[in-house]
């Protein structure tokens, strides 16, 4: 199944890409989705470690399941401070 | 442009700079006491970095979806009409990133309501911000620096 | 009109109607991150009465002296920059009576020395309201109702 | 000697009169600028017993002395809430 994946931030500076479509087995969780990018851009290999995972805008766990046309993210900590 | 709340909440994302005045209008009301607006602006320095300018970049659907659930949350806490806008793109030194207005009856409420809504907005709203000075830059990721580009090692 | 700080401190009493925008560019400076930002306005209830409109009368010497040393004694607590204004006079439903705006590197500085500020200056400046129906009129005095002409019986 | 007294708020429109001057003997306390300030205008009895005196735009205690020439005010408990 196809699962898009969106890139902000370092994610996109660093990969240069802001939107991909990865190939996922049924099954697969968000943990699966980042190892799968970290395939594509080994640059990302600090993904699972720093970021929060989120699926069709919201917030989830790294067990979460993706099913076909989801939206993925992967947040790091956010811009914090003044 | 025409400003209009959801119920007691207005939120925004966008490139424009940002004004308080046209929030503050929007969330007075005829029993609101208390206005309280906080204003996020870009210092010059961070860190001990002279800050050249400073790049937003954002997950614009998610981060307004999170910014309107904080004002959701900010109105049931506390009975008050918030407006929450976000600047992304460049800003130069001294200009507004973000704004908080929370108008409340009384103002021991609109402080907390903006408090709040503005500290939620600094935990969990997908934005980040690049810093970049004279010969470098980062990614601010909360406390941390993280470098921009592949090549830079990274220094967290 | 140009605005000019005295230190860190801006204060005035003013006749005309209160507008925040130039009071922030006041403050703002190239290390102040934070900009907290109290409007209290006229509301249309209060203590169970409909309110037609205010009047302020201030003892304005001792006022702007109060405020000033308010304003001091915030920035000697929080390292900022504070205006601080008050207007007198009639005052309609909606409008602004007071104005702080603190300005800080930070902002749980700069939302703690904005509460400081409003908070005491509305404990010792002497300025007073008179509230006025459709159908009567009384001073607040703190907590209290007064009456306005010698003939009325004091409801204290 | 002369004393000037600043009356506001409700002292003002009480008793009509928004400054005046009043004649003390040398040594009088604010205590008793507030006495005399009654007995010219029965209807601010009240001052004592709630306001702060104010000796040259200072909040004072009620023995403290007036000199001449002081300006000197009553200050009902002020605006408050919101």
Known sequence: MQVRVELFGRLASQSGARELTLEMPVGATLRDVAAALAERFPVLTWVPSICRP????EY???DTPVTADDEVSFIPPVSGGV | ???????????????DPLDPAPLMRLVEGPDMGA???????????NRGREVQYLEYDAYRPMAEREMRAI????????PCRIALQHRVGRLELGEASVLVVAACAHRAEAFEACRFAIDTLKERVPIWKREVWQDG???????ADAPVSAGTDASR
Do not use: D
Request: hydrophobic share 45%; net charge neutral; glycine share 8%.
């Open chain 1, 54 to 57: 989120v699926r069709n805008l």
């Open chain 1, 60 to 62: 989830v766990s790294w």
């Open chain 2, 1 to 15: 442009m025409k400003l209009c709340m959801q119920g007691a909440v207005f939120v925004q994302i966008t490139s």
């Open chain 2, 35 to 45: 206005v309280v607006t906080f204003s996020g602006n870009v210092r010059n320095q």
């Open chain 2, 71 to 78: 004002g959701e949350e900010t109105a049931t806490r506390w």
């Open chain 2, 137 to 143: 830059e980062v990614w601010i990721e909360g406390a």
